[in-house]
Nanobody, 126 residues
Framework: QVQLVESGGGLVQAGGSLRLSCAAS????????LGWFRQAPGKEREFVAG????????KYADSVKGRFTISRDNAKTTLYLQMNGLKPEDTAVYHC???????????????????WGQGTQVTVSS
């Protein structure tokens, strides 16, 4: 059974940092794109960052470029999102997601991904 489990969320002041983790299990992810999405109350789920597992290439939303870094640990099959310079508008539930892809192209639409974690809350106070 394929499973994604997020952790690392919490409450932080503006300007602070958090690192989210997404533990993946149940299969190998060598031909998968793994991504981070977030959803704030009353808003649609939006793409934050993505990574092609075997190649390591990455893509970021403009709103987080230069502040967030996506990475992976092959040995632990874990995806990370290092978030620095957090802003109140970053407050949301953060989900990791996975989707199979034969090419190193990172999709940004949520409905492309077919495996999702349960999410972890990130709250940034002003």
């Amino acid at each position: 059974q394929v499973q994604l489990v997020e952790s690392g969320g919490g409450l932080v002041q503006a300007g602070g940092s958090l690192r989210l983790s997404c533990a993946a299990s149940g299969r190998t992810f060598s031909s998968y794109v793994l991504g981070w999405f977030r959803q704030a109350p009353g808003k649609e789920r939006e793409f934050v960052a993505g990574l092609y597992w075997s190649g390591g290439n990455t893509k970021y939303a403009d709103s987080v470029k230069g502040r967030f870094t996506i990475s992976r640990d092959n040995a632990k099959t874990t995806l990370y999102l290092q978030m620095n310079g957090l802003k109140p508008e970053d407050t949301a539930v953060y989900h990791c997601a996975a989707g199979w892809s034969p090419v190193q192209r990172i999709a940004t639409m949520p409905n492309w991904y077919d495996i999702w974690g349960q999410g972890t809350q990130v709250t940034v106070s002003s």
